[in-house]
């Protein structure tokens, strides 16, 4: 392989047509952006609620698919205990029960 001869390979294309649908993920997120060929647009995470909100045409749902319900504020993480470093590497070691 001679150093000349390298190629990039050409951009993959994006499909055109009257009936393209297309779901985007939103860099920085774990949201889904689903675009529909009729102009609808919806967000959602779970990409199973998106592709199913995209294969209704034209019965797109208002706003996109419906999210689970949260399971309510996540409970707060406990206290972390801080001891003397020398005590944890010095300590002895017990062995595992197989």
């Known amino acids: 392989m001679r150093t000349g001869d390298l190629t990039v390979p050409a951009p993959r294309r994006v499909l055109e047509g009257e009936r393209v649908t297309r779901v985007n993920w939103l860099p920085g997120s ?3 952006r689903g675009l ?4 609808a647009e919806a967000e959602a995470s779970d ?6 909100w995209l294969l209704a045409h034209p019965d797109h749902p208002a706003g996109g698919p419906a999210e689970p319900p949260t399971s309510g504020p996540l409970p707060t993480p406990p206290a972390h205990y801080v001891s003397d470093p020398r005590v944890i590497r010095f300590a002895e070691r017990v062995p595992a029960l197989a």
């Open 30 to 32: 774990d949201r889904l």
């Open 36 to 39: 529909c060929f009729c102009g």
């Open 47 to 52: 990409p199973n609620m998106m592709w199913e």
